[in-house]
């Protein structure tokens, strides 16, 4: 089984290295990954051609990097193109600002695929950290209470540990261009309330995030993502209001509240 990692770039060189080791390091090693760059003006794409060279050359044990450079229409353009390039049996997100919070993240999701055929997806947890202390999880994102239903309040499964088989993307299509700050919503309402997959939650810490990015930054930007996530669930056909998409906020405050508590 081969695992394809799409991460999509653009002016990213403070970040990359790090998403690029934590791929180079996972255990499981039969793994493409998939640099789509948006056409960055800094160094992004120089870091990652000689990582390239100087990792993958000598030490590759199967996995392949495949850097593509140009214009796209936004993130999820760039998903969409990555999506498009990959060769694995099964594909997954990482965030050029993210990385892997162990190196056995893609080996589990792999046993997990391999162990259930007819399983079409998995996902498990995340946690978000500031950028000047990498070691302090300042919100722990559980996936684990997830059901299809919660998506009319707003909740979805945490996109970075998101992993489907390749042929869900080649019958149920790729990210809708028409949802700009949500479109991996519109993506779980698609697939979970109208093609029904076959799914499972892994309790385990998939991805660090350092906090920000274009759907949590900001009050206006926090306006936009309502409008694409109500947006998501009136196309397919789901019933939901302020309320309900409101009440996803009192979720993340428990979130902070638990992760302080615990950590």
């Given at each position: 089984?081969?695992?394809?990692?799409?991460?999509?770039t653009?002016?990213?060189?403070?970040?990359?290295g790090?998403?690029?080791?934590?791929?180079f390091?996972?255990?499981?090693?039969?793994?493409?990954?998939?640099?789509?760059?948006?056409?960055?003006?800094?160094?992004?794409?120089?870091?990652?051609?000689?990582?390239?060279?100087?990792?993958?050359?000598?030490?590759?044990?199967?996995?392949?990097?495949?850097?593509?450079?140009?214009?796209?229409?936004?993130?999820?353009?760039?998903?969409?193109?990555?999506?498009?390039?990959?060769?694995?049996?099964?594909?997954?997100?990482?965030?050029s600002?993210?990385?892997?919070?162990?190196d056995?993240?893609?080996?589990?999701?792999?046993e997990?695929?391999?162990?259930?055929?007819?399983?079409e997806?998995?996902?498990?947890?995340i946690?978000?950290?500031?950028?000047?202390?990498?070691?302090?999880?300042?919100?722990?994102?559980?996936?684990?209470?997830?059901?299809?239903?919660?998506?009319?309040?707003?909740?979805?499964?945490?996109?970075?540990?998101?992993?489907?088989r390749?042929?869900?993307?080649?019958?149920?299509?790729?990210?809708?261009?028409d949802?700009?700050?949500?479109?991996?919503f519109?993506?779980m309402?698609?697939?979970?309330?109208?093609?029904?997959?076959?799914?499972?939650?892994i309790?385990?810490?998939?991805?660090?995030?350092?906090?920000?990015?274009?759907?949590?930054?900001?009050?206006?930007?926090?306006?936009?993502?309502?409008?694409?996530i109500?947006?998501?669930?009136?196309?397919?056909?789901?019933?939901?209001?302020?309320?309900?998409?409101?009440?996803?906020?009192?979720?993340?405050?428990?979130?902070?509240?638990?992760?302080?508590?615990?950590?």
């Open positions: 089984m081969k695992i394809s990692v799409i991460t999509a653009w002016n990213s060189e403070k970040t990359i790090d998403t690029l080791r934590s791929v390091n996972q255990s499981f090693t039969d793994v493409e990954h998939i640099i789509k760059d948006g056409g960055s003006k800094d160094d992004t794409l120089e870091i990652c051609k000689n990582f390239e060279q100087k990792y993958y050359k000598d030490e590759c044990k199967g996995r392949t990097i495949n850097i593509l450079s140009d214009k796209d229409k936004g993130i999820y353009d760039a998903m969409n193109q990555g999506v498009k390039a990959a060769t694995g049996d099964v594909i997954g997100i990482l965030n600002d993210d990385f892997y919070t162990s056995d993240v893609l080996a589990r999701v792999a997990e695929f391999e162990k259930n055929p007819e399983l997806a998995v996902y498990g947890d946690h978000f950290v500031k950028d000047e202390n990498l070691k302090k999880c300042t919100r722990y994102f559980s996936s684990r209470y997830f059901r299809p239903w919660a998506l009319r309040f707003g909740f979805m499964p945490a996109h970075p540990s998101f992993y489907v390749r042929e869900v993307y080649d019958k149920y299509g790729l990210y809708d261009l949802f700009r700050t949500s479109s991996d519109e993506m309402v698609r697939l979970f309330v109208k093609e029904k997959i076959r799914s499972k939650y309790n385990k810490d998939f991805v660090t995030m350092r906090a920000g990015g274009e759907s949590t930054a900001g009050l206006e930007a926090k306006r936009k993502v309502n409008r694409d109500a947006g998501s669930l009136k196309k397919h056909g789901v019933y939901s209001n302020q309320l309900f998409q409101s009440l996803r906020y009192f979720w993340r405050i428990g979130e902070i509240v638990y992760t302080k508590i615990k950590y």
